[in-house]
């Protein structure tokens, strides 16, 4: 800073202007090249309003900018013009958005021995303060577009390179004050959107504390702040049009991330490509891409408000209809959500639970709801708030309706205190003595709202971590705990362990162990829940290919077990699903259910698929089958009516069981030569 301050005053001293010098950036990465290129076509007039601008973007230290920066920015956009200024700015700090890191190869020799490693950096250094100046500069201009583009730098900025952290903290936490700073609600949607992105536990507390700002100068819960900045993207339950001249673009939801598109013709007919008058036309073309990137936005947004609405759970929300119509039940992105959902209403101080259809709330008979006004009551509907009974009855409703719900609820797993867990009082061992992948792990707890630390080697007098999760309307916190698996060949090159153990979950309460049978059975259910899910997901006995990798006996013992041991309670729901399915697949006369495995007989082997972990033995030796399923394994399910989103475990399962009822037909060598 010195040093530009030197070179200014030369400058302005030799110019005789009260001026500042061309600041060029650093060619090091492909950013500065960009800026550099941009600033020099720009015209003599508008120029050196920009090279203001970088000199003060460089300068940009802090949380926040001061009230001089944001006055000296204010002066540099009445020069240059809003529009100008914004799209300027706008397009530098897109860049960013799709830049890639930049790897480096270095050669060290020591003690007469050659290292080579390599190095990733997102930004040089002094290029990343300049874009966290830039970001600041555009508070006051900020609109729609702007912030669409904001909240994706701060997914990019915050994504981790290995062995470094963040890319750019600083610009993420920049993105974060702008969204916060924004007018109206879309700022705060964003901010919410990113909440659930984002693993890292300071960078969603950070977000938080925005959301809670936000909260306390409406005066209403950060949950409600949350619910009325969900954009509707201009949808009416899930669907809109727009028109191209005398043509229209229909789009509407189909599922999670998917979302249908058809062109319709004047005459009504249709079709799947886009017209030729609009790709002809540079105006049609320039609203297409902004459907386009709307289309984007719907897919990510649709998945978060899953998400949220599932977590409503623990939160113990409840709203008044009338809330609940205007957030929910009538919103145009939400309410596709809302409808395929069962909620429970307090009518005549009875919980009578109801889906949405046919445009009004049927019971689970089929009979609609009476007496419901706007004071009324509405609570999201869970199983454990039901008779065995009534929750198969809506599980054969929802069937009958073909209502695929967007997230498991019908088909929701529920978990009871068990004896074991009563006699043990403070504490459950059920999800005990497993082995995680502990990066797979840490990831899956970020996701779902927990907080976790990696474990490493290096001596920090640790050999136990605990998962943690808050549950503030209940006033408990819950913890998961995690151990250490010391093992030489189980350590990465950053010194982190590959392999953690599992261990109790605990309820406290103000650091007071609480009595599992004082903790509410939702709460318990809904706790027990996700460390299902973090021990059925990042268990090393879901690996096919496990014994290929070696290791030491215990876990290869441990891989055995878990791969072709007893259901847990996610698999027994898969079970339940597959015992309706299967009936109707095409694979029926080959395929049966025994026990935990679907057992499938071809023309080679007949084969017994795990139903948990989808691992493969074969008789009549059960002999061990590697197939290392594809990321787009769903071949089998993707036609066929589920009852619910969201099992990739499933599709694996289905894909393995049609590939195999048809075994003379693999041609792939590395599965053919274990079928000989």
Same mark, same amino acid.
């Given at each position: 800073?010195?040093k530009?301050?030197?070179e200014?005053?030369?400058y302005?001293?030799q110019?005789? =202007?009260?001026?500042?010098?061309p600041?060029?950036?650093?060619?090091?990465?492909?950013?500065?090249? +960009?800026?550099?290129?941009?600033?020099?076509?720009l015209?003599?007039?508008?120029?050196?309003?920009y090279?203001?601008l970088?000199?003060?973007? #460089?300068?940009?230290?802090?949380?926040?900018p001061?009230?001089?920066y944001?006055?000296a920015?204010?002066?540099?956009?009445?020069?240059?013009?809003?529009?100008?200024?914004?799209?300027?700015? /706008?397009?530098?700090?897109?860049?960013?958005?799709?830049?890639?890191?930049?790897? =480096?190869?270095?050669?060290?020799?020591?003690r007469?021995?050659?290292?080579?490693?390599?190095?990733r950096?997102?930004?040089?250094?002094?290029?990343?303060?300049?874009?966290k100046?830039? #970001? *600041?500069?555009?508070?006051?201009?900020?609109?729609?577009?702007?912030?669409?583009?904001?909240?994706?730098?701060?997914?990019?900025a915050f994504?981790?390179?290995?062995?470094?952290?963040?890319?750019?903290?600083?610009?993420?936490?920049?993105?974060?004050?702008l969204?916060?700073?924004?007018? /109206?609600n879309?700022?705060?949607a964003?901010?919410?959107?990113?909440?659930?992105?984002?693993?890292?536990?300071?960078?969603?507390?950070?977000?938080?504390?925005?959301?809670?700002?936000?909260?306390?100068q409406?005066?209403?819960?950060?949950?409600? #702040?949350e619910?009325?900045a969900?954009?509707?993207?201009?949808?009416?339950?899930?669907?809109?049009?727009?028109?191209?001249?005398?043509?229209?673009?229909?789009?509407?939801?189909?599922?999670?991330g998917?979302?249908?598109?058809?062109w319709?013709?004047p005459?009504?007919?249709?079709?799947?490509?886009?017209?030729?008058?609009?790709?002809?036309?540079?105006?049609?073309?320039?609203?297409?891409?902004?459907?386009r990137?709307?289309?984007?936005?719907?897919?990510?947004?649709?998945?978060?408000?899953?998400?949220?609405?599932?977590?409503?759970?623990?939160?113990?929300?409840s709203?008044t209809?009338?809330?609940?119509?205007q957030?929910?039940?009538?919103?145009?992105?939400? /309410?596709?959500?809302?409808?395929?959902?069962?909620w429970?209403?307090?009518?005549n101080?009875?919980?009578?639970?109801?889906?949405?259809?046919? @445009?009004?709330?049927?019971?689970? @008979?089929?009979?609609?709801?009476?007496?419901?006004?706007?004071?009324t009551?509405v609570?999201? *509907?869970?199983?454990?708030?039901?008779?065995?009974?009534?929750?198969l009855?809506?599980?054969?409703?929802?069937?009958?309706? =073909?209502?695929q719900?967007?997230?498991?609820?019908?088909?929701?797993?529920i978990?009871?205190l068990?004896?074991?867990?009563?006699?043990?009082?403070?504490?459950?061992?059920?999800?005990?003595?497993?082995?995680?992948?502990?990066?797979?792990?840490?990831?899956?707890t970020? +996701?779902? /709202?927990?907080?976790y630390?990696?474990m490493?080697g290096?001596?920090?007098?640790?050999?136990?971590?605990?998962?943690?999760?808050e549950?503030?309307?209940? @006033?408990l916190?819950?913890?998961?705990?995690?151990?250490?698996?010391?093992?030489?060949?189980?350590?990465?090159?950053?010194?982190?362990?590959l392999?953690?153990?599992?261990?109790? #979950?605990?309820?406290?309460?103000?650091?007071?162990?609480? @009595?599992?049978?004082?903790?509410?059975?939702?709460?318990?259910?809904e706790?027990?829940?996700?460390?299902d899910?973090?021990?059925?997901v990042?268990?090393?006995?879901?690996?096919?290919q496990?014994?290929?990798?070696?290791?030491s006996?215990?876990?290869?013992d441990?891989?055995?077990?878990?791969?072709?041991g007893?259901?847990?309670?996610?698999a027994k729901?898969?079970?339940?699903?597959?015992?309706?399915?299967?009936?109707?697949l095409?694979?029926?006369?080959?395929a049966?259910?025994?026990?935990k495995?679907?057992?499938?007989?071809?023309?080679?082997?007949?084969?017994?698929?795990?139903?948990?972990?989808?691992n493969?033995?074969?008789?009549?030796?059960?002999?061990?089958?590697?197939?290392?399923?594809?990321?787009?394994?769903?071949?089998?399910?993707?036609?066929? !009516?589920?009852? !619910?989103?969201?099992?990739?475990?499933f599709?694996?399962?289905?894909?393995k069981?049609?590939?195999?009822?048809?075994?003379?037909?693999?041609t792939?060598?590395?599965?053919?030569s274990? +079928?000989?």
């Amino acid at each position: 800073q010195a040093k530009l301050k030197i070179e200014t005053l030369l400058y302005q001293a030799q110019s005789g =202007e009260a001026t500042v010098p061309p600041l060029l950036l650093s060619e090091q990465d492909s950013f500065g090249q +960009l800026v550099n290129q941009s600033v020099n076509g720009l015209s003599e007039k508008m120029r050196p309003h920009y090279y203001e601008l970088l000199h003060l973007a #460089v300068k940009a230290s802090g949380a926040k900018p001061t009230k001089k920066y944001s006055q000296a920015v204010k002066t540099i956009v009445e020069a240059t013009g809003k529009t100008h200024f914004r799209e300027t700015v /706008g397009i530098w700090l897109a860049f960013l958005i799709s830049m890639e890191n930049t790897e =480096e190869e270095h050669e060290e020799t020591w003690r007469n021995r050659t290292y080579y490693y390599i190095t990733r950096t997102f930004l040089q250094h002094q290029n990343a303060t300049i874009a966290k100046g830039l #970001v *600041w500069s555009l508070v006051s201009v900020s609109d729609p577009t702007i912030l669409v583009m904001i909240g994706q730098l701060a997914e990019r900025a915050f994504q981790k390179i290995p062995g470094v952290g963040p890319a750019a903290a600083a610009i993420g936490n920049a993105c974060l004050y702008l969204l916060s700073q924004s007018e /109206g609600n879309e700022g705060v949607a964003y901010l919410s959107r990113l909440k659930t992105k984002i693993t890292q536990n300071n960078i969603r507390k950070r977000i938080q504390q925005s959301i809670d700002q936000k909260s306390a100068q409406l005066g209403i819960s950060p949950h409600e #702040v949350e619910e009325m900045a969900v954009p509707h993207y201009d949808l009416v339950a899930g669907r809109k049009e727009i028109a191209f001249d005398d043509y229209q673009l229909e789009i509407s939801l189909l599922g999670i991330g998917k979302i249908n598109q058809i062109w319709r013709k004047p005459d009504g007919s249709t079709q799947k490509s886009v017209p030729d008058f609009v790709k002809k036309s540079a105006l049609h073309q320039a609203c297409l891409k902004a459907v386009r990137a709307d289309i984007k936005e719907i897919k990510k947004s649709v998945t978060v408000q899953r998400d949220r609405i599932d977590r409503s759970y623990v939160q113990d929300r409840s709203w008044t209809y009338e809330k609940f119509c205007q957030y929910y039940l009538h919103h145009g992105l939400v /309410g596709w959500l809302t409808q395929r959902l069962i909620w429970s209403f307090d009518l005549n101080g009875q919980t009578i639970p109801a889906i949405w259809y046919d @445009n009004r709330w049927e019971d689970v @008979n089929g009979s609609p709801l009476s007496g419901i006004n706007d004071a009324t009551s509405v609570t999201l *509907w869970h199983p454990i708030q039901s008779t065995t009974e009534e929750v198969l009855a809506w599980r054969d409703r929802l069937e009958g309706l =073909e209502i695929q719900q967007p997230m498991k609820q019908a088909y929701r797993e529920i978990y009871l205190l068990t004896d074991a867990e009563v006699n043990t009082r403070f504490y459950s061992n059920r999800m005990a003595a497993h082995i995680l992948k502990q990066h797979q792990f840490n990831a899956l707890t970020g +996701l779902r /709202g927990w907080k976790y630390s990696l474990m490493g080697g290096f001596d920090d007098g640790r050999d136990r971590a605990e998962a943690t999760i808050e549950l503030p309307e209940h @006033n408990l916190q819950a913890s998961f705990w995690i151990n250490e698996l010391l093992s030489e060949e189980a350590i990465n090159d950053t010194g982190i362990w590959l392999y953690v153990g599992t261990d109790q #979950v605990r309820f406290t309460q103000a650091s007071e162990v609480r @009595n599992l049978i004082d903790v509410p059975p939702l709460v318990f259910s809904e706790v027990m829940r996700d460390v299902d899910l973090f021990v059925g997901v990042s268990s090393v006995g879901n690996d096919p290919q496990w014994q290929d990798n070696g290791g030491s006996p215990q876990l290869r013992d441990y891989w055995a077990t878990y791969s072709f041991g007893d259901l847990s309670e996610v698999a027994k729901t898969r079970k339940a699903v597959l015992e309706k399915v299967l009936p109707r697949l095409k694979i029926n006369q080959v395929a049966t259910i025994d026990g935990k495995f679907l057992k499938v007989k071809g023309s080679r082997k007949t084969y017994k698929i795990h139903i948990g972990s989808t691992n493969i033995l074969m008789e009549p030796n059960d002999q061990y089958l590697c197939i290392v399923p594809s990321r787009s394994a769903g071949i089998g399910a993707d036609k066929l !009516f589920l009852p !619910f989103e969201g099992d990739r475990g499933f599709a694996i399962l289905l894909s393995k069981a049609f590939l195999l009822a048809e075994d003379h037909k693999i041609t792939d060598p590395t599965i053919l030569s274990q +079928l000989k």
